[in-house]
């Protein structure tokens, strides 16, 4: 019973590059969550998605992220056109429905920008 | 919207010693509370959770907390530290079904001295 699966584990980049970050939820979860985490600093909720819809992004950044949970496949985290201080540990988790349940966390991507 | 404050960025206590991590919440409704655990490189791990009844609840690892709505507390503790539970740690708070995201404390760093 796999739990939340993240690739790759590192990722480099070069500015300027695309960096495409998936994430497969956990086996019978359809709620998806991803983090960013930076040196020295807690989580920092990005994004909330249910199969092929966002439902809260309210923690994403206006200009080159994006996200999708296609019907099929693993939910991806976009960011385009990398730059330095995009260099962080982005971590996905899932849920199922309900409130009373936390989230199962994925082992994380972290990215570099070099 | 909700909010989590953990006082003290870093802990440090001896083998044996009684371990006490303080998490403060704000929320417009009743929450729902967590406390986290993260070992170096990789993901969040659930401790335990309060979603409604007893205030008391007990986690992995020997951990357990106590949800005080009248201090708007979900201090961490544990009787006797080990080594082994030297880790960052992160409480965090879900207004389910007002809010689908749970928003994360900084992070509290354990060290564990011999």
């Known amino acids: 019973n796999a739990g939340v699966m993240q690739n790759p584990r590192h990722l480099v980049r070069r500015r300027g590059q695309e960096a495409r970050l998936r994430c497969s939820p956990m086996?019978?979860?359809?709620?998806v969550y991803w983090y960013r985490q930076l040196p020295e600093e807690g989580l920092k909720f990005m994004v909330y998605?249910?199969?092929?819809?966002?439902?809260?992004e309210s923690g994403m950044p206006k200009e080159r992220f994006s996200a999708e949970f296609p019907k099929e496949g693993p939910s991806i985290l976009r960011i385009q056109q990398v730059v330095r201080g995009d260099s962080a540990a982005y971590f996905c988790?899932?849920?199922?429905?309900?409130?009373?349940?936390?989230?199962?966390f994925g082992s994380g991507t972290r990215l570099t920008v070099v | 919207a909700q909010s989590v404050t953990q006082l003290g960025s870093h802990v440090s206590v001896s083998e044996g010693a009684l371990v006490l991590l303080r998490c403060n919440y704000s929320?417009?409704?009743?929450?729902?509370l967590f406390w986290y655990v993260q070992y170096p490189n990789q993901g969040l791990q659930l401790l335990l959770k309060?979603?409604?009844?007893?205030?008391l609840v007990k986690g992995i690892n020997g951990f357990e907390a106590e949800f005080k709505k009248s201090e708007t507390s979900f201090h961490l503790t544990k009787p006797s530290a080990h080594m082994s539970d030297a880790a960052e740690y992160f409480c965090?708070?879900?207004?389910?079904?007002?809010?689908?995201?749970?928003?994360f404390g900084a992070g509290t760093r354990l060290t564990v001295k011999p």
């Open positions: 988790a899932s849920s199922a429905p309900g409130g009373n349940y936390g989230y199962t």
């Open positions: 998605l249910q199969k092929e819809n966002i439902i809260d």
């Open positions: 929320s417009s409704v009743p929450p729902y």
């Open positions: 086996k019978g979860h359809s709620h």
């Open positions: 965090a708070v879900r207004e389910y079904p007002n809010n689908n995201d749970m928003r």
């Open positions: 309060y979603t409604t009844g007893a205030t």
